[in-house]
């Protein structure tokens, strides 16, 4: 491939660098490294996209910038504003690609859920991510432009974050963890790591190393179902990690970091949602730090089934309340616009 000297595949996307690499960066190029502080500060406290709009850095050093960077990220190609306030935004990444991210307003601050992924590999039955395989991982810069940008656009302060959106997290490890602390650096958007959380389907190798990395994020697990054999059935991921295995890394996670873990449970109607499957999920998280987190299935085309009706959902929830298990029913939100991860960005691709 001929590459030529201007092409922005051979610049680096600075959007990438942390702060001590970026110091590391500006200092390559001949530069002090307060610069590396006042470029970071515009990338990502200032939600800068341009080198010329850094009106305090030398010109010499913002065209010296522009022949071997770029700022990357991605950029809104849609959005939907729900009646109650809930926005989804479609982003389009610079390879044609679009992922989705969902902003919930609530009386304690704005909520934004990202993608972490285009597509998803783990192939849970239920889940619209999922149809088309894993295409890429996204790039940290990726992850960050999402919440930047919707930050612009509600010009509204984002509080809290969930990799909830399409994706498995843990399968894009080393961008994701990068993503956390870059989202939580003072220099930056400066969000406090109690308000991250990771969504996973339980890649047990993963949440062990994650227990390591010195962060005060939530955990939330997406079990679903209290045993194997009824996991299987809405996830095939369930096959190479059985729940006593997740519930040991659990434990581990719990010790080492000190944390509470969630865990997700979306109701399926007549799959995962008797009072029986109750008691069991009951059994299983006995005298455990944790909570449970019910989630009435949002239906998807052509995809596994419908949702647990209100009675249903009120008698499990019972079930775990007599069983001292905290438990709370997620708040439905933006129904009128396709809120469910995955669904917009399948609309779009078909
Ligand atoms: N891959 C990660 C995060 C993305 S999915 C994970 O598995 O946790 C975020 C959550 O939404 C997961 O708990 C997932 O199982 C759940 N989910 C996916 N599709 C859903 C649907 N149609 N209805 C209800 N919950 C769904």
């Avoid at 006042?38 to 850094?54: D, G, N, R, S, V």
Wanted: hydrophobic share 35%.
């Amino acid at each position: 491939m001929e590459i030529t000297e201007n092409s922005s595949l051979s610049k680096i996307d600075i959007k990438n660098l942390d702060f001590d690499e970026i110091q590391s960066f500006v200092c390559e190029m001949g530069q002090k490294p307060f610069r590396g502080r006042q470029l970071y500060q515009w990338i990502h406290k200032h939600f800068a996209c341009f080198f010329e709009e850094m009106a305090n850095l030398p010109k010499d050093f913002r065209a010296a910038l522009e022949e071997c960077a770029v700022i990357g990220g991605a950029s809104v190609a849609e959005k939907q504003i729900s009646k109650d306030g809930t926005g989804k935004f479609l982003f389009a990444l610079s390879d044609g690609n679009y992922v989705e991210s969902v902003l919930m307003k609530y009386k304690h601050g704005n909520s934004v859920c990202i993608s972490t992924q285009v597509g998803c590999r783990m192939g849970c039955r239920f889940c619209a991510s999922t149809v088309g395989g894993l295409v890429r991982n996204l790039q940290t810069s990726e992850m960050l432009a999402q919440v930047y940008e919707i930050q612009k656009i509600s010009g509204e302060r984002v509080s809290n974050i969930i990799l909830m959106g399409i994706g498995e997290p843990l399968d894009n490890y080393d961008n994701v963890v990068k993503f956390i602390r870059m989202v939580s650096d003072e220099h930056g958007l400066n969000i406090s790591q109690r308000n991250l959380t990771i969504s996973t389907c339980g890649l047990t190798e993963k949440i062990r190393e994650l227990a390591g990395e010195n962060l005060t994020i939530t955990l939330a697990i997406s079990l679903h179902a209290p045993e194997d054999g009824m996991r299987m059935e809405m996830m095939p991921v369930a096959a190479k990690y059985p729940i006593s295995e997740i519930m040991d890394a659990c434990r581990y996670y719990i010790e080492k970091t000190g944390r509470r873990i969630t865990f997700e449970y979306s109701m399926v109607q007549g799959k995962n949602d008797s009072a029986s499957a109750a008691q069991e999920l009951c059994r299983l998280l006995r005298g455990m730090n944790c909570h449970v987190n019910l989630i009435p299935l949002n239906p998807v085309e052509g995809r596994m089934g419908q949702r647990s009706d209100r009675g249903r959902i009120e008698e499990f929830q019972a079930v775990l309340e007599k069983n001292h298990v905290n438990v709370t029913v997620r708040r439905e939100m933006g129904r009128d616009i396709d809120a469910a991860c995955g669904q917009l960005r399948q609309r779009y691709s078909v």
